[in-house]
């Protein structure tokens, strides 16, 4: 019998730590796929942040290094500069990208840092107690947003992505999402292309993947699969912004 899957060489052999229905999971194993299919193992080097994701070192099979909260594209900037060779990454959620480290993510942007970003948007902080976040969602009940997120007390929802796509020096932005197989596999080919860039120098590139967070969305995971379909991608429209 033939076997369909098995583990990637990049991913390590050890429990995860993320709740059920959790989608880190995917976008790692999505990660070690890419690098593996690239041949680019013995260079890559990923940033890990402060979040959920703060110990993915952990699970990928390759060298990583751990940044302040949203500081991984200043340290990912510095190790590309020195290391230019190697191929960078960093992986963000929306905390650490769109709220701490807005102003590493911009400048690195406009810098047209040849650096790949992956971009995990849950709508939410994770790891400190599902706090409101700069994605959060009208309306979106969060620890520190009860009644719903109001566009008149906390603003709207930023989209990190459109507004990265606006400067010149950035070579490409994709919105994919974790909800469906078939959004898995487009969120994998963005991940792919986004280090085909800088292989190729061709400089910034950036994917956000729409991630669910069943245990603070208050939802089953299956439920937040719908709520990305049907509500997110609503904020958030999927395909490539440029």
């Not at 052999?13 to 999971?25: A, E, L, S």
């Not at 769109?98 to 992956?118: D, S, W």
């Not at 700069?134 to 709207?156: H, M, V």
């Not at 792919?192 to 245990?215: D, H």
Request: net charge positive; glycine share 8%; aromatic share 8%.
């Amino acid at each position: 019998m033939k076997k369909i899957i098995s583990r990637t060489f990049s991913l390590r052999d050890v429990r995860t730590h993320y709740c059920p229905g959790c989608g880190h999971g995917i976008a790692h194993r999505l990660i070690a796929e890419v690098v593996d299919e690239l041949g680019i193992r013995e260079k890559v080097i990923g940033i890990a942040p402060v979040g959920c994701a703060v110990i993915a070192y952990d699970y990928w099979n390759f060298d990583c290094a751990e940044a302040a909260h949203g500081r991984a594209l200043a340290v990912a900037t510095a190790i590309k500069r020195v290391r230019p060779q190697n191929i960078v990454f960093t992986y963000q959620g929306d905390g650490d990208l769109a709220a701490i480290g807005t102003n590493e993510t911009i400048h690195a942007a406009n810098r047209g840092e040849n650096l790949t970003v992956v971009f995990i948007n849950n709508a939410i902080y994770g790891m400190t107690g599902g706090q409101m976040a700069p994605t959060t969602l009208i309306g979106q009940k969060t620890a520190t947003t009860p009644e719903g997120r109001d566009s008149r007390l906390q603003g709207y929802p930023l989209k990190i992505s459109e507004m990265l796509s606006i400067l010149p020096a950035v070579k490409y932005v994709e919105r994919t999402s974790l909800h469906s197989p078939q959004e898995i596999i487009k969120t994998k080919q963005a991940i792919k292309q986004a280090f085909i860039n800088q292989i190729e120098n061709k400089g910034f590139s950036l994917v956000e993947v729409l991630s669910p967070c069943p245990t603070y969305w208050g939802l089953s995971p299956k439920d937040s699969l719908e709520w990305i379909r049907n509500v997110m991608i609503k904020e958030y429209p999927l395909g490539r912004i440029k």
